[in-house]
């Protein structure tokens, strides 16, 4: 090497990099971003500069194949990191990896299709560095946030609304509850991963909830941005994983955050079951036909809507489909005999046909969703 290439080599990142020890990781999970991910490592660098920063891609094999990117980008620059998790989907689950692979004093969390503004990222790790605060949160809605840009009208009254339930629920004076973009002591984030949820989406709220009222938090306002390129993964699935965290929140742990899937499943199978048996009824069935025909249908359509929202993580495809149905079904039926005993022995008891009939249907669901969570999508 000249002189002159060996001048130039010391300016690249790469040889700065072992120079500066890692004060800051940067997480950012993805699923399909690949058009976005390089741009975003451009803006850390502009704005963090010889911060000793890395960033550290964690990707759930996506089908565009964002790891490939990540990994071309990793080769360059050391830097930059990516874990590929094979067979896994969840952004809390990625988040809570991503900042167990690394040992810097402070990490952040931040999306990867450029709707978090990175500018704000030196002033949340000074006010971490100051030693005042021990969550330092990107936040919408304090004074210099503002989430009108990159939200419609509807996906806006959704966020408020889901900050204010969680304000609610977890007991905060937070104000942005539901952000994807926060910055924590490394100690502080060690002590809670072992007791943080791994599935869902809002892992900032679990983060709170986990914590409790003695973590010191501050919100430091930014403007919420247009999603760069690719589409958004809040869903249905996302509305109800974040209902399960709140429901298991209140009920200090006890309800499993996939029940509250499960069991609105189950309210919508009851649904379907009488719809066809009113059909069926007027169509001149006999009443054993139409029932017979009407419970295979809602164990078909509970079958398939747990298939693909509660259990999405380990969804069923192909022959395992087939072979899942009838072991639900094995054990629906089970839980029908069960429902109707414990109920039948409820009523012999306490005469209210009410109390009876709603304990046996919460034994058969407790029971469902336990065998079924165990046997039919075990992960
Ligand atoms: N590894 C991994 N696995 N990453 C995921 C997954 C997943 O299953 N699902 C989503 N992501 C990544 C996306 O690729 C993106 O980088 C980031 O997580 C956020 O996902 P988006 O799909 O862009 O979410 P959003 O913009 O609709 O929601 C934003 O606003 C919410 C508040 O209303 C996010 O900032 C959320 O975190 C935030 O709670
Ligand atoms: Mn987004």
Known sequence: MSLVQLAMAARTPSALAHRIPTLLTIVVPTYNERTNIRLL???????????????????DDSPDGTHAVAKSMARRDPRIRCLRRIGRRGLSGACIEGMLSSSSPYVAVMDGDLQHDETILPQMLEALREGASDLVIGSRLVEGGDAASGFGRARQWISATGARLSRLALRTDVRDTMSGFFMIRRDIADELVPKLCTDGFKILADILATAGPSLRVQEVGYSFRERHGGESKLDAKVALDFLGLILNKITGGTLPVSFVGFALVGVSGLIVHLAVLYVAMQAGAAFVAAQTCATLISIVSNFALNNSLTYRASRLRGWRWVRGLLMFSAICSI???????????MFEREQTWIVAGLAGVLMGAVWNYAVSTKFVWRA
Do not use: C, P, Y
């Open 41 to 59: 490592a451009k803006r850390l660098d502009q704005v963090l500069g010889e911060t000793g920063w890395e960033m550290v891609i964690v990707d």
């Open 335 to 345: 839980s029908a005999v069960a429902n109707i005993g414990v109920a039948t022995w």
